[in-house]
């Protein structure tokens, strides 16, 4: 066989002749100058030169080798490493080995590149396929020197296992660390993370959660007009908070924080009205807000008429008739909060008598009590003695409770309106000059009796209430007057009257005089004229 035109690229360090090649003459030569390397000696590439380096190609999958150890009667092979030609050298025949099992041949090496080199000549002597198997090449003078001591023996070829090469591990992408990053610190910075985000999340939830529990508890999409029947009164003036707080007491609504809110939402906390309401338990807001918002239901209620002038005695059947319950008479006689010795009565003064201002008063029906019509007639009391100037009065050392006293009778005697002012002159005159008042509705009070023509016997009887028999005021008020007798009694009419009797053919008016004489033939003609009338009072009414 003979040698190719090319030398070998790796030769021993021998001079060369100038045609590039040397003689060899026999294997036992080659033999005897080579000198075995040994087996862990790493081999030495060397790169082809940077204008010969070939396209860079995608690296063909690795697969997996298993060495075995080479067998102590096999001499070492050399590796024939790819020659550099335009085509590759053919390969030498490998040693016969034992075939213990069925190995798969390895995938060749991809071939570098082809370096041209220059049109060698052909060797002076043939050298056999053996001995170019057993050859060493160096590598090109171009890209290095040649080694003058690189062992010629190649090192022995690793047999090659039957068994399926092993899966090549995936390749992980290598990421330079972060220098702003502890590799100590990193798991626990992104562990730490974590539970921030976590914290985070139920946060979120709870904040859901919240808003939609308020929402629910705003709008109450399930309530609606409740069940039952509460009877709520909302005062006037009353806010819009009052009134939710009021209803929540009474079981209403479930609160009243919430109650003024929806009211504020609906745009309604203006719209409460006050009053009677008839509403019933567990109402939704918004319906408690609609019927708040409308008119008050007219609770059921009695009304007590108290004409002026009348006693205590005469206003309790009027009282048990209206509706109201309880004893009147009981009421009356005292009251918590007022009492009659403010107005200068004296300490003997056992009933309110002359204090139970005449009206009409609407009481709802679980309220109309005898306690409560009384309370509410001292009330109205209070308003308008209050506007009652005492400066007459006073001149003439008449206390408040005088001149109650003294509307009292005025009450009693005048039946005509422009004649109180007078009445009460003639009072005062008498009073002033110790004249007895002769007035009879002082003995009817005494008696009790109102309607019957008194007695003779009664009118001369000599009782504390018998103004005929007895100067001065009675002891108390003889009735309950209104604003304008009480008025009269402390601003009386100019005037020098000390008498008055009834005219006949009037209805109630009197005639007024000064002198007995008048007075005589006053009377006198009313006489007359009830004689006319078989005995009954001469007027009209």
Not at 389 to 416: F, G, H, W
């Amino acid at each position: 066989m003979e040698v190719e035109d090319e030398a070998p690229p790796y030769l021993p360090s021998q001079p060369v002749d100038q045609e590039g090649t040397h003689p060899v003459e026999s294997v036992a030569e080659l033999e005897s100058e080579w000198e075995e390397p040994p087996a862990e000696e790493a081999w030495v590439e060397y790169p082809p030169a940077a204008d010969e380096l070939p396209p860079e190609e995608p690296p063909p999958a690795e697969e997996a080798w298993v060495e075995y150890p080479p067998a102590a009667e096999e001499p070492p092979t050399a590796v024939q490493p790819p020659l550099v030609e335009p085509e590759p050298p053919a390969e030498p025949e490998p040693p016969f080995e034992p075939a213990t099992e069925a190995a798969e041949p390895p995938a060749p090496d991809p071939d570098p590149d082809p370096v041209t080199p220059t049109e060698p000549e052909p060797p002076a002597d043939p050298v056999t396929a053996e001995h170019r198997a057993e050859a060493v090449t160096t590598p090109p003078p171009a890209l290095d020197p040649p080694i003058a001591d690189v062992d010629r023996t190649a090192p022995p070829m690793p047999a090659r296992s039957s068994a399926r090469p092993l899966p090549t591990p995936p390749r992980r992408r290598y990421t330079p660390p972060d220098p702003r990053r502890s590799p100590a610190t990193g798991p626990a910075r992104r562990s730490g993370r974590r539970w921030i985000k976590r914290i985070f999340a139920v946060l979120a939830l709870l904040a859901v959660a919240f808003v939609l529990w308020f929402i629910f508890s705003l709008f109450q999409p399930f309530k609606g007009d409740g069940d039952g029947t509460v009877v709520v009164n909302v005062p006037r003036g009353a806010t819009s908070r009052e009134v939710g707080d009021l209803l929540a007491d009474r079981g209403v609504v479930s609160s009243g924080f919430f109650f003024d809110l929806r009211a504020q939402v609906a745009g309604k906390r203006d719209d409460l009205k006050a009053g009677r309401f008839e509403l019933a338990h567990d109402m939704s807001y918004g319906a408690a807000i609609d019927k708040l918002t409308q008119n008050p239901v007219a609770p059921p209620t009695i009304n007590v008429t108290i004409p002026e002038g009348l006693s205590r005695k005469e206003t309790a059947p009027l009282a048990k008739k209206a509706g109201v319950s309880g004893s009147y008479l009981a009421a009356s006689d005292k009251h918590a909060g007022f009492s009659p010795r403010s107005y200068g009565a004296p300490r003997s003064t056992k009933t309110l008598e002359g204090f139970l201002f005449p009206a009409t008063y609407e009481m709802g029906e679980k309220q109309a009590t005898a306690g409560r019509l009384v309370g509410l007639q001292l009330d109205a009391f209070k308003r308008n003695f209050d506007e009652i100037s005492m400066t007459k009065a006073k001149r003439r050392n008449l206390t408040p409770y005088d001149v109650l006293i003294i509307a009292s009778m005025i009450e009693r005697e005048a039946q005509v309106a422009k004649e109180r002012e007078l009445i009460s002159a003639v009072i005062y005159n008498r009073l002033k000059q110790g004249i007895p008042l002769g007035i009879d509705a002082t003995t009817r009070y005494e008696l009790g009796q109102w309607s019957r023509p008194l007695r003779v016997s009664e009118l001369q009887k000599d009782t504390p209430y018998n103004t005929r028999t007895r100067r001065g005021l009675p002891p108390t008020p003889i009735g309950n007057p209104g604003l304008a007798s009480m008025k009269a009694a402390a601003d009386p009419a100019s005037a020098k009257y000390i008498y008055y009797v009834v005219k006949p053919g009037t209805c109630g008016e009197h005639a007024f005089s000064s002198t007995n004489a008048q007075f005589q033939r006053d009377v006198q003609r009313y006489e007359q004229a009830r004689a006319k009338n078989g005995g009954k009072s001469p007027d009209t009414c």
